[in-house]
């Protein structure tokens, strides 16, 4: 339980530095995402349910901050979670390579999904820009993850009794 209070901790503390200094993160227009690392990381190791409970909490908490398709970003985030947990059962979860290849394949056809239900409901953007910032910023989340999964390795290392 207290874990998982960490954990959803980390989760506000992440989409806090989103909202914050991301724009200090920024190269060519576009932000890493951090939550997306976070979300893959996450159900990785929960499993496919609680992966897509994570997910669908992520992708709210990011709908709150654009409002304009509640609920696109909750169920992009579902579906993320879950396939990162089933992913997980088939391969390596320890791996950073595997880890590495789940933010960046899990989070290009998120948003790849994200785009065409967004276009389908005639939101405003071009597809365009939607290739330059929005994968942009999957590409930028996978050294965002893989140092965050070192740093966090080094971190558990070094408590006593491991």
Not at 10 to 15: I, K, M, R, S, V
Not at 32 to 38: G, H, R
Not at 45 to 63: E, P, Q, T, Y
Not at 126 to 151: C, E, K, M, N, T
Request: overall charge positive; hydrophobic content about 55%; cysteine-free.
């Amino acid at each position: 339980m207290i874990e998982w209070i960490g954990r959803a901790l980390l989760g506000l503390f992440l989409a806090g530095v989103e909202g914050t200094w991301g724009a200090a993160l920024s190269w060519g227009g576009a932000r890493p995402d951090l939550l997306l690392a976070f979300l893959v990381f996450t159900a990785m190791s929960a499993g496919a349910k609680r992966g897509a409970w994570i997910g669908f909490s992520v992708g709210l908490l990011r709908d709150l901050g654009h409002p304009t398709l509640l609920g696109l970003g909750a169920l992009t985030g579902s579906l993320i979670g879950f396939t990162a947990g089933r992913f997980a059962e088939k391969v390596d979860r320890e791996s950073l390579l595997v880890r590495g290849l789940g933010v960046l394949l899990l989070g290009l056809g998120g948003r790849l999904l994200e785009g065409l239900l967004s276009y389908i409901m005639e939101r405003e953007g071009s597809w365009a820009w939607f290739f330059r910032h929005d994968v942009l910023s999957v590409v930028l989340a996978v050294p965002a993850a893989l140092i965050g999964a070192v740093s966090w390795r080094w971190v558990v290392r070094r408590q006593p009794g491991r």
